[in-house]
């Protein structure tokens, strides 16, 4: 199903007409569809690849990013990212960029993969640790380094306090809206971020965590990569267990002012996940659900 406007519909024999075109050598490998998130569309190709199609063509410049930094930045982070060996062109079928990736083993991170959530909380705040005290190397927060997530709350109230506005009806009495909304404006109230600029991934959430063995095997999708405040890339770790939180701000040791902003970050992609995705990524506002009921929990009990 089409989750946004002007998607590019893509099937198999899509992908394999762009394989046959430019990289013929890979044209007769098995390939299987191995999933599709808001931005891309996966398939495994053999055993070692997987192509990434994205689904707009406001996605595909993530894809060139990637490309872009992920060599220089990979090698400095204590967990594998994605590898890219080829660059696709557009083609007659299908208008957009590609890419192919080598393939990472490993699972999605959750309760039937995850061995010790406390640990996985530890490293995943270990990665992060790692990918914030990455030298600039002259990048700045500009251009396609410069997502709405590494800056201001204040930019996106308009937008989330209308996307929590549109959650009332979809959600009932499910979620407590007002405790959401007084928590998104009080953080929006707060003093802006001073701290310095740093290397963010963006979209730190489970699925794009991959596990092996029970821990943390390598973190994929950066999509999302910019350069700005930390404060939105300790937002997902309310889609972990509790155990994960709270040895994850243990470790990070996130300060009182950080907190509340990395909570209305939270809030703000779980109500405009909700808002936009409801009829369209059942699965996704599944996620969003569960991230805003863990901050309800967590601000029931603090």
């Given at each position: 199903?089409?989750l946004h406007?002007?998607?590019?519909?893509?099937?198999?024999?899509?992908?394999?007409?762009l394989?046959?075109?430019?990289?013929?050598?890979?044209?007769?490998?098995?390939?299987?569809?191995?999933g599709?998130?808001?931005?891309?569309?996966?398939?495994?190709?053999?055993?070692?690849?997987?192509?990434?199609?994205?689904?707009?063509?406001?996605?595909?410049?993530?894809?060139?990013?990637?490309?872009?930094?992920?060599?220089?930045?990979?090698?400095?982070?204590?967990?594998?990212?994605?590898?890219a060996?080829?660059?696709?062109?557009?083609?007659?079928m299908?208008?957009?960029?590609?890419?192919?990736?080598?393939?990472?083993?490993?699972?999605?991170?959750?309760?039937?993969?995850?061995?010790?959530?406390a640990?996985?909380?530890?490293?995943?705040?270990?990665?992060?640790?790692?990918?914030?005290?990455?030298?600039?190397?002259?990048?700045?927060?500009?251009?396609?380094?410069?997502?709405?997530?590494?800056?201001?709350?204040?930019?996106?109230?308009?937008?989330?306090?209308?996307?929590?506005?549109?959650c009332?009806?979809?959600v009932?009495?499910?979620?407590?809206?007002?405790?959401?909304?007084?928590m998104?404006?009080a953080?929006v109230?707060?003093?802006?971020?001073?701290?310095?600029?740093?290397?963010?991934?963006?979209?730190?959430?489970?699925?794009n965590?991959l596990?092996?063995g029970?821990?943390?095997?390598?973190?994929?999708?950066?999509g999302?990569?910019s350069?700005?405040?930390?404060?939105?890339?300790?937002?997902t770790?309310?889609?972990l267990?509790?155990?994960?939180r709270?040895?994850?701000?243990?470790?990070?040791?996130?300060?009182?002012?950080?907190?509340?902003?990395a909570?209305?970050?939270?809030?703000?992609?779980?109500?405009?996940?909700?808002?936009?995705?409801?009829?369209?990524?059942?699965?996704?506002?599944?996620?969003?659900?569960?991230?805003?009921?863990?901050?309800?929990n967590?601000?029931?009990?603090?």
């Open positions: 199903m089409a406007e002007g998607e590019i519909p893509v099937d198999e024999s899509i992908v394999r007409s394989l046959t075109d430019q990289r013929p050598d890979w044209a007769d490998l098995p390939l299987a569809r191995a599709a998130g808001t931005d891309n569309t996966m398939f495994r190709l053999g055993d070692d690849l997987l192509v990434r199609l994205p689904r707009t063509a406001d996605k595909a410049q993530s894809l060139r990013k990637e490309q872009e930094w992920l060599p220089r930045l990979g090698p400095l982070l204590p967990h594998p990212v994605p590898e060996v080829h660059a696709g062109e557009p083609g007659p299908f208008p957009l960029p590609w890419a192919v990736y080598r393939w990472i083993e490993g699972a999605e991170a959750g309760p039937d993969t995850v061995e010790n959530w640990s996985f909380g530890a490293e995943l705040a270990a990665f992060v640790h790692a990918l914030h005290g990455i030298d600039l190397m002259g990048a700045t927060r500009a251009d396609d380094l410069s997502w709405y997530r590494g800056g201001s709350l204040k930019p996106c109230d308009e937008w989330i306090s209308g996307c929590i506005e549109d009332r009806p979809k009932g009495d499910e979620l407590d809206v007002d405790a959401l909304a007084r998104w404006r953080a109230a707060m003093p802006e971020p001073t701290g310095a600029h740093v290397w963010l991934h963006g979209d730190l959430k489970p699925t965590i596990v092996a029970g821990r943390l095997r390598a973190v994929i999708d950066f999302g990569l350069i700005g405040f930390p404060d939105a890339e300790h937002s770790i309310w889609d267990p509790a155990e994960a709270e040895s994850y701000w243990n470790a990070v040791s996130i300060d009182e002012a950080t907190w509340p902003r909570r209305a970050w939270a809030i703000a992609v779980g109500a405009s996940g909700i808002a936009y995705y409801w009829d369209t990524f059942p699965e996704f506002v599944a996620e969003c659900r569960a991230r805003l009921h863990a901050i309800l967590d601000a029931a009990t603090r």
